[in-house]
């Protein structure tokens, strides 16, 4: 019984494990990047809020409902 494989075989194996190798790597590296990317959307978030809060000037709402629109509003909310 021969227990040495051929050097196809080995070179098939190499190439497939390289491979699947590259994928988890490409895989995990865009996962990462999208991370990034979240955190940075979170952050920049709140500083863009205070940004507008502190620019605005004081909006008021003159609109007057109807009864039966204000008890719809109450249920909605």
């Known amino acids: 019984m021969r227990r040495e494989k051929s050097p196809g075989l080995k070179i098939l194996w190499v190439w497939t494990l390289g491979t699947a190798a590259i994928l988890v790597a490409s895989v995990v ?4 990047h999208d991370m990034e990317t979240i955190m940075n959307n979170q952050e920049q978030a ?10 605005r000037s004081v909006l008021t709402d003159e609109t007057v409902l109807p009864e039966s629109d204000r008890e719809i509003a109450k249920e909605l909310k």
């Open 29 to 32: 590296r865009t996962r990462m």
């Open 46 to 55: 709140p500083k863009q809020n205070q940004n507008i809060t502190a620019s």
